[in-house]
């Protein structure tokens, strides 16, 4: 049950602490790092797709320990359900990668700009 509650609290406490990050660099004049929506994804998006994943497998692992322990399942089918929610959102960080990877290599190909 404590790895639930890690699990929920991480869940629910990171993304207030991206939030609290960004509006500190706000007061303190800082512009926020801009995105290029079809370009390669950085780093700070890669940290979300890992970050929110890895709390979805840890998820999921609690419901399998909860299951082994004679529970009732429950926790393992939400675990599984909000994963794969979660897949589907971050997967279109990962789509755009693997379209600028293959951009790249044809342009290397072509001999033309990268």
């Known amino acids: 049950m404590r790895?639930?509650?890690v699990v929920i609290a991480?869940?629910?406490?990171?993304?207030?602490?991206?939030?609290?990050?960004?509006?500190v660099?706000?007061?303190l004049s800082r512009p926020p790092p801009q995105f290029d929506p079809t370009g390669r994804p950085g780093a700070v998006e890669w940290g979300?797709?890992?970050?929110?994943?890895?709390v979805m497998a840890l998820f999921v692992y609690a419901g399998i320990l909860d299951?082994?322990?004679?529970?009732?399942?429950?926790?393992l089918v939400t675990g599984?359900?909000?994963?794969?929610?979660m897949l589907l959102l971050?997967?279109?960080?990962?789509?755009?990668w693997l379209r600028h990877?293959?951009?790249?290599?044809?342009?290397?190909l072509t001999g033309g700009p990268e």
Request: charge should be positive; hydrophobic fraction near 55%.
């Open 10 to 23: 991480v869940m629910f406490i990171g993304p207030l602490v991206v939030l609290l990050v960004m509006d």
């Open 48 to 54: 979300f797709v890992v970050f929110f994943d890895g």
């Open 25 to 27: 660099r706000e007061w």
């Open 80 to 85: 599984v359900m909000v994963g794969v929610v």
């Open 3 to 5: 790895l639930v509650a």
């Open 101 to 108: 990877r293959r951009a790249r290599r044809f342009s290397r």
């Open 67 to 75: 299951v082994r322990r004679g529970g009732s399942g429950e926790l």
């Open 90 to 96: 971050t997967s279109g960080v990962v789509a755009r």
